[in-house]
């Protein structure tokens, strides 16, 4: 059974920053793909950002220079870095993984991962 975890989620001023740590567990291989979506209420699920096992990433253009993703070594975690936030990147942002290799473009839709956590809140404030 795989499990999925988000975390660092929470409410942040304009121009604030926070880090969400994301970790997979119950199943240990050595390929895999992780991205982050994030939902704000009324708007459908949108991509963010994702990390291959080897390395490659994808990130949307909305947030690209502002947010960062990184994986941690020799564990199917990763992060997400986000600064210089804004009120529109509130919403619950949600981590997914595949256990398989995936194309940049194929990162960025929900459909490529098998698995997803609950979500974690994020909330910037004017």
């Known amino acids: 059974q795989v499990q999925v975890a988000e975390s660092g989620g929470g409410l942040v001023q304009d121009g604030g920053s926070l880090r969400l740590s994301c970790a997979a567990s119950?199943?240990?291989?050595?390929?895999?793909?992780m991205g982050w979506f994030r939902q704000a209420r009324g708007k459908e699920r949108e991509f963010v950002a994702a990390i291959s096992s080897g390395g490659s990433t994808n990130i949307a253009d909305s947030v690209k220079g502002r947010f960062t993703i990184s994986r941690a070594n020799a564990k199917v975690t990763v992060y997400l870095q986000m600064n210089t936030l804004k009120p529109e990147d509130t919403g619950v942002y949600y981590c997914?993984?595949?256990?398989?290799?995936?194309?940049?473009?194929?990162?960025?839709?929900?459909?490529?991962?098998?698995?997803w956590g609950q979500g974690t809140q994020v909330t910037v404030s004017s």
């Open positions: 997914a993984v595949t256990y398989s290799s995936r194309s940049s473009y194929y990162m960025a839709q929900s459909r490529a991962y098998d698995y």
């Open positions: 119950g199943r240990t291989f050595s390929t895999y793909t």
